[in-house]
């Protein structure tokens, strides 16, 4: 196996090409472990992957993983990455159909710690979520390595995909309920959490009537909330800062309506790290997903000018800034000319 022939072999994948690459794995059957795809696991994973070209599966690509199993792929290559990648988006479930008809495993672990179930709650598609959960997944299964030192990692589905860093309020909400309705269970369940995550402003309410005191509770155990790029989490905020970093305006309005204040500062920790407001999740995701948010924020009267100490970027460790929230949106959520940038710098 060359060089030059995983090259060939990646080209044949990409333009759909089935004689070639016939021709190419016939002549070196070694090709079938070429280190393609996702986390090198093989052409298998690549051509399920349906990434070059980026569409539905075609009759050509299906016929391709068809031919490549039945000839020496091993369809659970890196612990079923052909289905992991697969599984990443709803419009590749016959690819989905076709892996797992062939003995892929719906609750295999992806690298030996990666449930395959973890693969649509990170790019938050219901539709292929619910494909693997009708198909067998256990909604429960969990990641061993958040019991190794070092690690703490989300345990099951339904904490991976609300500690993901993907933002929609409407495909987060979709996913929340196909899990619930298949039995996920999740260590977020806290009081008034789920009712922001899921868009149910009703019974948010129902809940701040029954008590008051919620809009102003804080969330020590709110270890989610990275994005944009940026480590910063939760943990010490309120259910307006949960609002913010999920992009949920609806249910940071009726907080503020009910009492909840603007400027509320998440707790710091033994360091001094912490003390964000609710505006600093907002400003910092990505493609202005906060923009909304961030607005209502502004015009109830957040403070522009509170400096603070927080988490920096997600690729260094420990990295700690000090900042106004104008200062960490520069830093975190795309670009410095887009939209909620501009609208913080024109007050």
């Not at 052909?82 to 008809?101: D, F, H, Q, T, W």
């Not at 693969?119 to 292929?128: G, I, K, T, V, Y």
């Not at 977020?188 to 402003?201: A, I």
């Not at 989490?233 to 999920?246: I, S």
């Amino acid at each position: 196996m060359t060089t030059e022939d995983v090259r060939k072999l990646e080209s044949a994948i990409d333009t759909n090409d089935l004689a070639r690459v016939k021709t190419l794995m016939t002549r070196d059957p070694a090709l079938h472990g070429a280190p393609l795809g996702y986390g090198e696991d093989g052409p298998l994973t690549w051509v399920a992957e349906c990434r070059v070209p980026w569409e539905t599966p075609s009759a050509a690509r299906l016929a391709m993983a068809e031919w490549m199993i039945a000839h020496g792929s091993d369809v659970h290559q890196g612990g079923d990455g052909p289905l992991m990648r697969a599984a990443l988006n709803g419009y590749r479930i016959p690819m989905m159909e076709l892996l797992v008809s062939h003995g892929a495993d719906v609750n295999a672990m992806w690298h030996g710690h990666f449930p395959i179930l973890f693969a649509p709650c990170e790019s938050l598609d219901a539709e292929a979520l619910k494909w693997l959960l009708d198909h067998g997944a256990d909604p429960n299964r969990r990641d061993p390595r958040q019991s190794a030192a070092g690690y703490s990692f989300p345990g099951t589905a339904l904490d991976y995909l609300i500690a993901s860093y993907v933002r929609s309020p409407e495909r987060l909400s979709a996913c929340i309920e196909v899990l619930l309705g298949a039995g996920g269970e999740t260590k977020y369940d806290l009081p008034g959490v789920l009712p922001v995550l899921r868009g149910q402003t009703g019974r948010l309410a129902e809940l701040i009537d029954a008590g008051a005191a919620l809009v102003s509770r804080r969330y020590p155990e709110l270890d989610c909330g990275m994005s944009g790029g940026r480590q910063l989490t939760l943990r010490g905020g309120t259910l307006l800062h949960v609002a913010a970093e999920y992009g949920n305006s609806e249910a940071a309005a009726l907080l503020l309506d009910r009492g909840a204040d603007v400027n509320a500062r998440a707790t710091f920790d033994e360091a001094g790290v912490g003390g964000q407001t609710a505006l600093f999740h907002a400003v910092t995701q990505y493609d202005d997903g906060g923009l909304a948010v961030a607005e209502l924020l502004i015009e109830r009267g957040a403070d522009l000018t509170i400096r603070t100490k927080l988490p920096g970027d997600y690729e260094r460790p420990g990295e700690i800034v000090e900042c106004t929230p104008l200062e960490y949106a520069l830093l975190f959520g795309g670009s410095s000319d887009r939209p909620t940038v501009a609208l913080l710098t024109s007050l």
